[in-house]
């Protein structure tokens, strides 16, 4: 079992910045492929970023390539999603996700999530 909490989400303009956290419980965190989804109101879930167990391969949306960062510490079971560039559309509930496989896929789903975090961008 995989227990995952993100930190980091908050208010901020357009433009800014805000790096979120994922913390993972477990000692197969370095084996599994992390990923990031978000859910805008009134929206379905989207896949966001996703980094592969090691952090060497990492996977975008187009909607987000270009402004945000996946990474990844596996000594502290962290995974992180760096936000630069942000617009009122980055509006959402973040949730970070930990795949089973070693590898994303975008046939794969998720084996665990995380509760969410709130990010906020006003015009």
């Known amino acids: 079992q995989v227990q995952l909490v993100e930190s980091g989400g908050g208010l901020v303009q357009t433009g800014g910045s805000l790096r979120l956290s994922c913390a993972a419980s477990?000692?197969?965190?370095?084996?599994?492929?992390m990923g990031w989804f978000r859910q805008a109101p009134g929206k379905e879930r989207e896949f966001v970023s996703a980094i592969s167990y090691s952090g060497a391969s990492t996977y975008y949306a187009d909607s987000v390539k270009g402004r945000f960062t996946i990474s990844r510490d596996n000594a502290k079971n962290t995974v992180y999603l760096q936000m630069n560039s942000l617009n009122p559309e980055d509006t959402a509930v973040y949730y970070c996700?930990?795949?089973?496989?070693?590898?994303?896929?975008?046939?794969?789903?998720?084996?665990?999530w995380g509760q969410g975090t709130h990010v906020t961008v006003s015009s």
């Open positions: 996700a930990a795949y089973v496989e070693r590898y994303y896929s975008p046939g794969n789903y998720p084996n665990y």
């Open positions: 477990g000692r197969t965190f370095s084996s599994y492929a």
